[in-house]
Nanobody, 126 residues
Framework: VQLQASGGGLVQAGGSLRLSCAAS????????TGWFRQAPGKGRESVAA????????YYSDSVKGRFTISRENAKNTVYLQMNSLKPEDTAVYYC????????????????????WGQGTLVTVSS
Protein backbone atom coordinates (compact mmCIF):
# COMPACT_ATOMS: atom_id res chain seq x y z
CA VAL A 1 0.00 0.00 0.00
CA GLN A 2 1.22 3.51 -0.84
CA LEU A 3 0.56 6.37 1.58
CA GLN A 4 0.48 10.09 0.87
CA ALA A 5 0.34 12.53 3.79
CA SER A 6 -0.81 16.11 3.30
CA GLY A 7 -2.27 19.08 5.12
CA GLY A 8 0.74 20.41 6.99
CA GLY A 9 1.57 24.08 7.21
CA LEU A 10 2.29 27.03 9.44
CA VAL A 11 -0.19 27.86 12.19
CA GLN A 12 -0.15 30.01 15.30
CA ALA A 13 -0.29 28.46 18.75
CA GLY A 14 -3.86 27.64 19.67
CA GLY A 15 -4.81 27.07 16.06
CA SER A 16 -5.92 23.96 14.21
CA LEU A 17 -4.87 21.84 11.25
CA ARG A 18 -6.21 18.68 9.68
CA LEU A 19 -3.80 16.20 8.19
CA SER A 20 -4.84 13.63 5.62
CA CYS A 21 -3.30 10.29 4.74
CA ALA A 22 -4.49 8.92 1.41
CA ALA A 23 -3.82 5.29 0.63
CA SER A 24 -3.69 3.43 -2.66
CA UNK A 25 -2.74 0.01 -3.89
CA UNK A 26 -4.51 -2.28 -1.42
CA UNK A 27 -7.77 -2.59 0.45
CA UNK A 28 -7.17 0.15 2.99
CA UNK A 29 -10.00 -1.08 5.18
CA UNK A 30 -7.78 -4.04 6.13
CA UNK A 31 -5.04 -1.86 7.62
CA UNK A 32 -4.46 -0.30 11.00
CA THR A 33 -3.15 3.23 10.46
CA GLY A 34 -1.03 5.39 12.70
CA TRP A 35 0.40 8.89 12.82
CA PHE A 36 3.92 9.57 14.04
CA ARG A 37 5.96 12.74 14.20
CA GLN A 38 9.59 13.71 14.33
CA ALA A 39 10.75 17.06 15.60
CA PRO A 40 14.14 18.49 14.60
CA GLY A 41 16.92 16.69 16.42
CA LYS A 42 14.55 14.20 18.07
CA GLY A 43 13.44 10.65 17.49
CA ARG A 44 10.19 9.55 15.92
CA GLU A 45 7.27 9.75 18.33
CA SER A 46 3.88 8.06 18.13
CA VAL A 47 0.85 10.34 17.98
CA ALA A 48 -2.29 8.29 17.31
CA ALA A 49 -3.57 5.13 15.66
CA UNK A 50 -6.88 3.73 14.47
CA UNK A 51 -8.02 0.24 13.61
CA UNK A 52 -9.92 -0.35 10.35
CA UNK A 53 -13.41 -0.35 11.81
CA UNK A 54 -12.60 2.82 13.77
CA UNK A 55 -13.87 1.06 16.86
CA UNK A 56 -10.50 1.47 18.54
CA UNK A 57 -8.26 4.48 18.68
CA TYR A 58 -4.98 5.16 20.45
CA TYR A 59 -3.49 8.52 21.46
CA SER A 60 -0.21 9.43 23.06
CA ASP A 61 -0.48 11.33 26.32
CA SER A 62 1.01 14.43 24.70
CA VAL A 63 -1.91 14.85 22.27
CA LYS A 64 -4.81 13.23 24.10
CA GLY A 65 -7.77 15.60 24.26
CA ARG A 66 -6.39 17.86 21.51
CA PHE A 67 -6.01 15.57 18.49
CA THR A 68 -8.59 13.29 16.91
CA ILE A 69 -7.88 10.48 14.48
CA SER A 70 -10.60 9.28 12.11
CA ARG A 71 -10.94 7.42 8.85
CA GLU A 72 -13.14 7.14 5.79
CA ASN A 73 -12.53 3.70 4.35
CA ALA A 74 -14.62 4.48 1.28
CA LYS A 75 -12.15 7.26 0.47
CA ASN A 76 -9.10 5.28 1.58
CA THR A 77 -8.19 8.18 3.84
CA VAL A 78 -7.26 8.66 7.48
CA TYR A 79 -7.37 12.10 9.10
CA LEU A 80 -5.68 13.71 12.06
CA GLN A 81 -7.55 16.72 13.37
CA MET A 82 -5.18 18.77 15.49
CA ASN A 83 -6.62 21.45 17.76
CA SER A 84 -5.09 23.70 20.40
CA LEU A 85 -1.73 23.36 18.73
CA LYS A 86 1.39 24.15 20.71
CA PRO A 87 4.90 25.08 19.54
CA GLU A 88 6.08 21.68 20.78
CA ASP A 89 3.80 20.04 18.21
CA THR A 90 6.13 21.33 15.50
CA ALA A 91 7.41 18.30 13.58
CA VAL A 92 7.24 16.34 10.37
CA TYR A 93 4.16 14.14 10.63
CA TYR A 94 4.13 10.72 9.04
CA CYS A 95 1.30 8.28 8.48
CA UNK A 96 1.96 4.57 8.62
CA UNK A 97 -0.04 1.39 8.10
CA UNK A 98 0.11 -2.27 8.98
CA UNK A 99 -2.18 -5.19 8.08
CA UNK A 100 -5.05 -5.89 10.44
CA UNK A 101 -3.76 -9.48 10.62
CA UNK A 102 -0.89 -8.22 12.80
CA UNK A 103 -3.38 -7.93 15.62
CA UNK A 104 -3.65 -5.34 18.37
CA UNK A 105 -1.15 -3.66 20.63
CA UNK A 106 2.14 -1.89 19.94
CA UNK A 107 0.31 1.00 18.29
CA UNK A 108 3.06 3.32 19.49
CA UNK A 109 5.91 1.27 18.05
CA UNK A 110 7.11 2.49 14.67
CA UNK A 111 8.71 -0.90 13.97
CA UNK A 112 5.27 -2.53 14.00
CA UNK A 113 4.22 -0.63 10.84
CA UNK A 114 5.18 -1.83 7.39
CA UNK A 115 4.19 1.09 5.19
CA TRP A 116 5.06 4.78 5.52
CA GLY A 117 4.13 8.00 3.80
CA GLN A 118 6.59 10.75 2.96
CA GLY A 119 5.71 13.13 5.80
CA THR A 120 4.16 16.57 5.99
CA LEU A 121 5.64 19.47 7.97
CA VAL A 122 3.64 21.15 10.72
CA THR A 123 5.07 24.35 12.19
CA VAL A 124 3.41 25.99 15.18
CA SER A 125 4.56 29.51 15.97
CA SER A 126 4.35 31.00 19.45
Amino acid sequence: VQLQASGGGLVQAGGSLRLSCAASGRTFSSYTTGWFRQAPGKGRESVAAIRPNAGFTYYSDSVKGRFTISRENAKNTVYLQMNSLKPEDTAVYYCAARPLTYGGGYYDRSVSYDYWGQGTLVTVSS
